[in-house]
Structures are given as C-alpha cells and as structure tokens.
C-alpha cells in the first residue's frame, strides 16, 4: 500500500512539473512590452501590430498602423491564419486580457516571435511620444 502511494504521489508531481515546464516554454514564446519597448520594435522590426479588440472599439481609436483582427468574431481563427508566421506579432487591446488569450492562440497556431503589449491601449495612450489615431 505504502509503495502504491509512493508512486501515486511521484505521478503527480512529475505532471505538476511537466505541466509548469509547459507553460514556461508557452510563456517565453510571448513577450510582455511596454508601450516604449513596443515603438522600438515597430521601428526596428518588420513586424505585424494587430489590434484584437472589437470593430467598433478600433475605429473609435486605433494605435497607428495596426490591424483589427477581433478576437471575439467567429472568424478569428480564419484571420489570425493570413498573419505571417515568419514576422514578429505585436497584439494589443484594451488593458491586456484579450491580447494575452490572443497569444496563445498564435503560439498554438506555430507562431514564434509574439509581442503583448502591457496594459493595451490604454498604457499606450498616456506615453507622450506614442501615435494614437482617434476617430474625429
């Protein structure tokens, strides 16, 4: 009884620290930028901004040069597919919840260089430097 125990308990920490090892390898594939880190890749990098919130939310305002691909319309799958997987990836939204869901997706889909830009666009909207075009 005590060796079936034993191994019971070894079972479940080997897939605690299977699973965790998991999600810092899933993890490290998504970095978290600020908004000042972010204008530096656009300006370096050949990269991809796409902007996961709704239509409506991006055309009252968008950061400049982005992309809408709305995470909740039941063709997101469809869109974030058209994406590039050779480019880098930066997603941004309203305050980071639906651009961090995002991110999994694209790691699930074979992306490799993902950027998640912290606090969305509502960080971006108070660095004094950065573009934000906003419906008039």
Not at 8 to 15: K, T, V
Not at 32 to 46: G, H, P, Y
Not at 52 to 75: A, F, G, L, W
Request: proline share 1%; charged share 40%.
């Amino acid at each position: 009884m005590k060796k079936i125990v034993a191994l019971s308990l070894g079972l479940i920490a080997l897939s605690l620290v299977s699973s965790c090892i998991d999600e810092k390898i899933e993890n490290s594939k998504v970095k978290l930028v600020t908004a000042e880190e972010m204008q530096e890749i656009l300006d370096m990098e050949d990269a991809q901004l796409v902007d996961v919130r709704t239509k409506k939310e991006y055309e009252e305002e968008r950061i400049k040069d982005s992309q809408n691909i709305d995470y909740s319309s039941p063709t997101f799958d469809e869109d974030i597919a058209k994406l590039d997987k050779e480019k880098p990836v930066i997603l941004y939204c309203r305050g980071g919840v639906r651009s961090a869901k995002c991110a999994k997706k694209l790691i699930d889909a074979g992306f490799e260089k993902i950027y998640d830009l912290e606090g969305g666009i509502s960080k971006w909207k108070h660095s004094d430097k950065l573009k934000i075009e906003v419906k008039s």
